[in-house]
């Protein structure tokens, strides 16, 4: 049997690299292994890993020099940033740029990163729709992505650039329902009526897997992925026949989700006010028919939500 080819997944425990590493790990007559990387090898989560057949290395985006090792003998990679542990653009394109040298510099056959669209491209920075934030972007971990791709061209790493959306899953956690005062359970984002382009963590895991068996021929294209697009309303409505308790849509501005205080906020406000306002650019360039061709398992809202009811029945207790 021949030996398996390795792939470097960066994120390892957390979501997208972490439904990766699964998805290969749960393909055990696949032809790739994980490298799992993390910036703590103790963690409970890098230990399940690694008791699924991982290999569990250390390394950490902020110190280039730990980058090299982890790409030793990978035939690819999966290259994610989290923008949302230091909220910062600038950080978030230097780790980039230090994975993409570090990529390009091992030699691996196939990188996958990560990315979304730039968001100045439908909002200018002059456009006072929404505020400018950070200096120079309007969405900074949209933004800081699209900025970043152009590392890993000109580094020679040969790149498929993975366009993710919303997941689900933060249904579960930083935009759960909450209860008003009355204890009503309400959905409150500045989409208006329109579309929100979501997906299942696991199916972005699972869809990478795919673009890495395709070999080279996806190699320098944009792959733009989703599982359903659908107005809040429509999810509101799904969720109350899941959970059995109704759930309210309650429209905000986004000024006024923007105005809420959280960390973060006029971040997310500017994220959900791009989605709206953009919203048939960036369903257009997420083409469900054709992410299902590569990901025949894609699950739509509605099977997600049956495989977490207990879950979403305890994000807001």
């Keep these: 049997m021949a030996e398996k080819k390795i792939i470097t997944v960066f994120g390892a425990t957390g979501a997208q690299g972490g439904a990766l590493a699964r998805a290969i790990l749960a393909d055990p007559d696949g032809e790739f292994a994980v490298r799992a990387v993390t910036r703590r090898p103790d963690s409970d989560r890098a230990r399940e890993l690694a008791g699924l057949g991982a290999e569990v290395v250390r390394a950490d985006m902020d110190d280039a020099s730990t980058l090299g090792p982890v790409f030793e003998g990978a035939y690819g990679a999966f290259l994610v940033t989290n923008f949302w542990e230091h909220l910062s653009a600038e950080r978030e394109k230097a780790q980039a740029a230090a994975l993409a040298r570090a990529a390009g510099h091992a030699g691996v056959q196939h990188a996958v990163w990560s990315t979304l669209e730039d968001t100045r491209e439908c909002i200018p920075l002059d456009d006072d729709r929404m505020p400018t ?20 061209t000109d580094a020679g790493a ?75 309303a429509d999810m509101a409505a799904a ?27 006029d971040e997310a406000g500017n994220m959900f006010q791009y989605y709206a306002d953009c919203e048939e650019r960036f369903t257009a360039a997420r083409d469900l028919e054709a992410v299902r061709e590569l990901n025949p398992e894609l699950q739509d809202f509605g099977t997600w939500l049956a495989a977490h009811r207990d879950a979403l029945r305890t994000a807001w207790t």
Excluded: C
Aim: hydrophobic share 40%; net charge negative.
């Design 133 to 152: 934030l950070q200096g120079s972007y309007k969405v900074p971990h949209f933004d800081g992505k699209a900025e970043a791709d152009h590392y890993f």
């Design 158 to 232: 040969p790149t498929t650039f993975l366009r993710t959306t919303f997941y689900w899953e933060n249904l579960l956690s930083a935009f759960a329902p909450q209860r008003s005062e009355d204890g009503a359970l309400q959905l409150s984002f500045p989409m208006g009526s329109s579309r929100l382009s979501g997906i299942a963590v696991e199916d972005i895991g699972k869809t990478a897997l795919a673009v890495l068996k395709r070999g080279t021929d996806l190699i320098g294209a944009t792959v733009s992925i989703a599982g359903e697009h659908l107005r809040l």
């Design 239 to 265: 969720i109350t026949e899941a959970v059995g308790e109704p759930v309210q849509y309650l429209p905000l501005t986004p000024d006024a989700f923007r105005a809420l205080g959280f960390p973060g906020a």
